[in-house]
């Protein structure tokens, strides 16, 4: 009778834990039981190691959903397609944009979702319809590309610089330095030269402001010479030209009495005319008398005429 009831007690205990237990389980699931969820789609190019199915979704680092399937895009084998369930009450804007981000040191992903604004429409998800939500590359395959380019450009910086460095480079190069040595000697010698050039210009210049000076100076008392000139000079020519209008006016005159008839010089030069004829009656004498007998004219005696009564 004893062992009866102990097995009865037990049995209640028993009983009564595993409804408790229940309850407790249900009082726990009871949220995530009444929470409805809207279903999204993402793409992502980059690899998702560490994403697992069930993995958080977060928004601005709050969870608001997991990961409930991960496959590759059977239209697009270079891209991921990755399924989540977010919480219906959580708006998902249009300008949201979503990326994988590691869990501390474990090597796990989370989805995370940034970005977004209260005037941006929301993705309206449907039964038969599942929104796609940009993605972006996560700041561990930027840095990794990053890095991936700048170590191709420092292989390819080094190359150069091998090729730089090459024997015929820097034979080229020693060419070039000699060449610059000398160029730099004939700089120099050039410059001394222009320096010299310069102080003979310097020079040359003062004695031309000189020459200048003193030509001015001649060109001003030439001037005044000039002006002394003039004053002598100008009153002559005046004068010589009222002398030749007064000839010119006597010219005229002359002409037109000789025009008028106002002189005879038939009766002016008659007696002249006779004494010219006698003259020349005389000198075609003496020149037949010369031409006969010059000695004549020399040592021949003249004859003495006789006077009256003689």
Known sequence: MYSKVNYTIVGLFVLLFGIGMVSFSFW??????KE???TYRLYMKESVSGLVKDSNVKLHGVD???????KIDPKNIEQVEITVEIKASIPI????YATTQMM??????????????NSAKSLLATENFMPVIQTKPSLLTTLSNSFETVSKKVDKLLEQGQSLLSDKNIETFSK????????TAKGEALEDALLLSMKEFRSSTKEIKSKF????????????????????????IEKMMQTSKSINRMTLTFEKTLKRGDYNFKKIFEPSIVDIGILTQQINDLSR??????????????????????
Not at 28 to 33: F, Q, T, V
Not at 104 to 117: A, H, M
Not at 176 to 183: G, Q, Y
Not at 213 to 236: C, G, H, L, Y
């Open 28 to 33: 726990l699931a009871k949220y995530s039981l």
């Open 64 to 70: 608001v959903g997991r990961v409930v399937m991960i």
């Open 93 to 96: 804007k249009e300008d949201m």
């Open 289 to 310: 008398e010369l031409e006969q007998s010059p000695s004549d004219i020399l040592f021949k005696s003249r004859k003495h005429r006789r006077g009256p009564g003689e």
């Open 176 to 183: 070039i330095l000699t060449n610059v040595e000398k160029v």
């Open 213 to 236: 000076k003193e030509a001015t100076t001649d060109f001003r008392q030439m001037q005044k010479d000039f002006a002394q000139i003039k004053e002598v000079t100008v009153p002559t």
């Open 104 to 117: 501390g040191v474990t090597g796990l992903l989370s989805i995370e979702i940034t970005g977004g604004s």
């Open 36 to 38: 409805d969820y809207h």
